[in-house]
């Protein structure tokens, strides 16, 4: 069975392998000390919420990260739901999904109208599973990058 739990400071050594296989799974070489000086600066700004899947045996296998951010169209805050990740030996078994149902269940209670995520557009695993849980695909707006 998949227990989530919102993560603290003292989760950050079971976080930073999960961030640097995350970044992996984009493509980035791995840097486990920026991951964890990171994740330090997410906990001592309090800027992120940050939900930890754990297994039978308590060992984290995956996470998601989310950071509010204000919306002016609807007058509140929405929170984009920036990270998902499950450890590839670990993944289908409904931990994924368990992340997702937890985030919504954490926007809820803090009174959050809207999550948003974005995955890579040939990421069709994800997008299934997105659809499954009843979110929706944007059809009004593109996303544009501007790299500095």
Not at 50 to 78: E, K, N, W, Y
Request: aromatic residues 10%.
């Amino acid at each position: 069975m998949i227990t989530i739990r919102s993560a603290t400071f003292a989760h950050l050594d079971d976080l930073v392998p999960l961030v640097d296989g995350y970044r992996r799974f984009y493509r980035q070489s791995s840097d486990v000390d920026g991951a964890r000086r990171f994740m330090q600066e997410r906990f001592s700004r309090g800027d992120a919420h940050v939900l930890l899947a754990l297994d039978d045996d308590d060992h984290a296998i995956g996470f998601a990260q989310l950071f509010p951010v204000p919306s002016t169209t609807s007058l509140s805050s929405r929170w984009i739901l920036n990270d998902l990740f499950v450890m590839p030996d670990a993944r289908r078994q409904g931990a994924g999904s368990a992340l997702l149902e937890a985030a919504r269940e954490l926007a809820l209670a803090h009174e959050v109208p809207q999550l948003m995520l974005r995955t890579q557009v040939d990421n069709e695993t994800a997008k299934a599973r997105y659809h499954a849980l009843g979110w929706q695909r944007d059809q009004a707006f593109d996303t544009y990058l501007l790299t500095i």
